[in-house]
């Protein structure tokens, strides 16, 4: 359900607080809309120069985001979603700016819609703890908060103003958090640029490259990055890294038999998989404890290399 | 369809029998496809192309272009005839929403070619529509806006799916019951789940929000088909549903982030008319390097016997303004 988040709204949730108070013990207090979750990252009537909001801030909670992005929903719902706040901002111009503000159940989830949705495109950016900036739409990841803010005009200012938000909703972000631990143990030698990404199911990795190779390892987590085409890691071809991470070693093992079993290979006595995955790509995997890593693409000594650096950092 | 529309017409004539128990669904091609799932198809003279494809930067002029290049919107819309009109208005994020000049483009020629009046359907709220301009687009041309709570289901009508194979019964609004002719008006974009989305998976936009929903499987979390799943079902649902016309928006649409945005934006300036949808899908995913065999939708409604796949084998007409 959309929650428009009125300052009449927030009057009227007070003085029901009040009343409750005066009557009895008051149960645990509800925040006003626009102080709760999301919302409150939202920036009001100047707070950024130039910038007002152009409309109520529109909340959806839980399954309530098909009603938002229907089609779009089951992304952020794989990781692990709590709630959106949008609202658009407009110039005096005319110019308008969406911003949305996803609240994800924790920061890795955040992250890992962050990486999906970046892709290769765009700059890094200082805002927040990382951000890109494509053409007309910047995305920020913070904490457990992921949010993007699209310019509707693809002119070279709308560049700066997509900044200007951005800091001023990362601003309001108190919490820091780091690299979730599985794409931090991608190695960083030879990776390439924007390559790194978080996922925790299907649909993310079908916005993955290579990502097919992922879905049948059934891992609960995975991250993966692109190495090679540009040095480093002995790579001379780019080769995709996955790493899967499982709740044990027994399941990690049970893992890389059940994959080894369905694409007809064998796993050696060093404990290495050959295979070649649904998708025609050659690939080799290895467990290292509760995880499993996977080196798909590429020429052998390049998938070699990587495996092992992957080992090694692990 | 256009037997479907001389059916009607002998009907307002007098000259038919059993009227009741043919408007039992006003919309003769829903009556029809529920008898029996049967698909019908304008049969195609000859010289006629199967896609028109037109491009340039006046979208609305394309969008006409397209239409003449397929023999002219009275082929499909019959003097007096009620239209629906189904454009996406998901969010007024850039190559994310059916572009109101298209829009504009088709809801004259509606009126041109004779039609008694034109609405636009949706269970989408208004405010979509007014932030993508589509609203001011839609009124300012003389259709109708028809928002459909979609939270009533006394809005939708359960219709069964014979042909289904994992779509069993499906939930189109009444409204789309009241018109003769379907004109559907997608955007051609990315999309997270199966990649691609164009006149197959649109229809989704006269389905409920809640039968919708039942296209993703309970586990579709964990489910690798999940995806297979949903396409299934969408191909199923467009066996029950069949547009006289499609006109694809691909002049600017998004290649990552779909279907809501923002992605990265491609500018093709490309109206494409049609009216099968296999053929038009096939060709649009083309656009940004998918195939049209990776596409499962596009598959599964290929196996449906809903259209042509094979680009080879697609008659196209191309025109550049």
């Given at each position: 359900m959309r929650r428009p988040a009125t300052g009449a709204a927030a009057a009227c949730a007070a003085a029901l607080l009040l009343v409750a108070a005066a009557c009895s013990a008051p149960p645990a207090p509800a925040p006003p809309p626009e102080t709760a979750g999301a919302a409150r990252l939202l920036p009001g009537g100047g707070a950024v120069p130039g910038w007002e909001p152009a409309d109520e801030i529109q909340r959806f909670t839980g399954d309530e985001l098909f009603l938002f992005i229907d089609g779009g929903a089951d992304l952020f719902l794989e990781y692990g979603f709590r709630e959106v706040a949008v609202r658009a901002y407009r110039a005096p111009g005319g110019a308008t700016i969406n911003v949305e503000v996803y609240e994800m159940a924790d920061p890795a989830a955040a992250f890992g819609v962050y990486s999906v949705r970046c892709g290769d495109t765009g700059d890094d950016a200082a805002v927040g703890s990382a951000a890109r900036l494509a053409d007309y739409y910047l995305t920020v990841w913070q904490d457990r908060y992921v949010a993007t803010f699209t310019g509707l005009s693809e002119t070279p200012a709308v560049r700066d103003d997509l900044l200007a938000i951005g800091r001023a909703v990362a601003g309001r972000i108190t919490g820091r958090a780091p690299l979730p631990e599985l794409a931090a143990a991608l190695?960083?030698?030879?990776r390439r640029p924007h390559s790194v990404r978080y996922f925790r199911g299907p649909v993310a990795a079908a916005n993955v490259p290579l990502g097919e190779a992922a879905v049948p390892w059934q891992a609960p987590e995975a991250a993966a990055a692109r190495y090679g085409g540009t040095g480093g890691a002995a790579a001379t071809e780019v080769v995709t890294l996955f790493l899967f991470a499982y709740a044990d070693a027994e399941s990690a093992e049970n893992a890389l038999s059940r994959v080894a079993a369905a694409c007809g290979a064998v796993v050696d006595a060093s404990g290495i998989l050959t295979l070649t995955t649904k998708e025609n790509q050659p690939g080799l995997a290895e467990r290292c404890g509760r995880r499993v890593a996977l080196v798909v693409g590429g020429a052998e000594a390049g998938r070699a290399a990587v495996l092992k650096v992957a080992n090694g950092e692990r | 369809m256009t037997h479907r529309f001389d059916r009607r017409s002998l009907l307002r004539r007098g000259l038919g029998w059993g009227a009741g128990a043919l408007l039992a669904g006003r919309f003769g091609q829903t009556a029809h496809a529920l008898a029996g799932g049967a698909v019908e198809r304008l049969t195609r003279p000859a010289d006629r192309p199967d896609l028109a494809v037109v491009t340039g930067d006046d979208y609305a002029a394309a969008a006409v272009e397209a239409v003449r290049l397929l023999g002219g919107m009275a082929r499909y819309v019959p003097k007096g005839a009620r239209v629906a009109i189904l454009p996406n208005a998901q969010r007024n994020n850039p190559g994310v929403y059916t572009s109101p000049a298209i829009v504009r483009a088709v809801v004259r020629m509606c009126r041109a070619a004779g039609a008694r009046e034109v609405s636009c359907l949706t269970w989408l709220p208004e405010k979509n529509w007014l932030d993508t301009g589509l609203a001011a687009a839609v009124r300012e041309e003389g259709a109708k806006l028809v928002l459909v709570d979609?939270?009533?289901?006394?809005?939708f009508r359960p219709v069964p799916v014979p042909r289904g194979v994992a779509l069993k019964e499906a939930a189109i609004m009444n409204a789309y019951f009241d018109h003769d002719v379907l004109i559907n008006l997608p955007i051609t974009k990315d999309h997270a789940g199966n990649k691609f989305t164009g006149t197959l998976k649109n229809l989704m936009g006269l389905n409920s929000p809640p039968n919708n929903r039942t296209f993703h499987r309970a586990d579709w979390q964990t489910n690798p088909d999940a995806i297979a799943h949903l396409e299934q079902c969408i191909a199923d649902l467009n066996t029950v549903v069949t547009p006289t016309l499609c006109l694809v928006d691909a002049t600017e649409f998004i290649t990552t982030n779909g279907p809501f945005g923002p992605g990265e934006l491609l500018k093709r300036r490309q109206v494409v008319a049609g009216t099968d949808r296999v053929a038009i899908d096939s060709y649009c995913c083309t656009l940004w390097g998918l195939k049209p065999g990776d596409i499962i939708a596009i598959r599964r409604a290929a196996a449906h016997g809903l259209g042509e796949p094979d680009p080879a084998r697609i008659k196209r007409a191309e025109k550049t303004l």
């Open positions: 190695p960083a030698a030879g | 979609m939270r009533d289901p006394a809005q």
